[in-house]
């Protein structure tokens, strides 16, 4: 199954600062701030490992990168690292916007095959906690969008994986644009059938 995530703050668990809100993804979790407003504008925390640990989640985030896609419709992904290099990722949009997708790779997982896509952007500051074992990508819906990730594992190039955004097997609902920009890397990533040929997905809606 697949789908996209609207407001879901109601299942959500406010532990200090932030907000955190399960997803139907097992392991992965919505992270909405907690602004403190005055005449001057706001403080907001994005990170503390005391909290990420009270939801058993990883918070050591080892590596930080930043993409920016001056394009609307840029689309990178399907992508994850390999074991023993598998990486916990936070993911949020510093400016403009994405739809924001990650893939259950885990076989042992309760929601393996499934796929989950949601809106992240500089407006609504929400912040992405993908687990290990889980694919990432997005597509930018604005132009000048810059997005930032922070990872827990360092980038390791002979671990890097990826599987084909159009996967009909997957079957992502990517957003419609009148013109994709997608790197000819992105573009020839193996299919579901070719790593996990053994086990059938029914096409997700």
Known sequence: MGDAVG???????SGGLMRFTPLAIQGAYLLDIEARTD???FFAR??????FSDHGLNGNFVQQSVSWNPFA?????????????????LVRVTRGAVFDV????????STFGEWLG??????NRRQLFIPAGVAHGFQTTETDTEVFYEMTTYFHPESARGLRWSDPCIGVNWPNCSSRIISE?????????????????????
Request: net charge negative; proline share 3%; charged share 30%.
């Open 118 to 123: 949601m809106e992240l952007s500089a407006e």
């Open 7 to 13: 407001d879901c703050r109601a299942n959500s668990v």
């Open 73 to 89: 419709g840029t689309l990178r992904g399907l992508h994850f690292q390999e074991a023993p290099h598998q990486e916990e990722k």
């Open 102 to 109: 990650i893939v259950d790779l885990r076989t042992e997982s």
């Open 39 to 41: 005449d001057r504008g």
């Open 185 to 205: 890397s992105d573009q020839i990533l193996p299919l579901w059938q070719e790593r996990f040929g053994h086990v059938s997905l029914d096409t997700n809606s």
């Open 46 to 51: 994005t990170v503390c490992l005391k909290e």
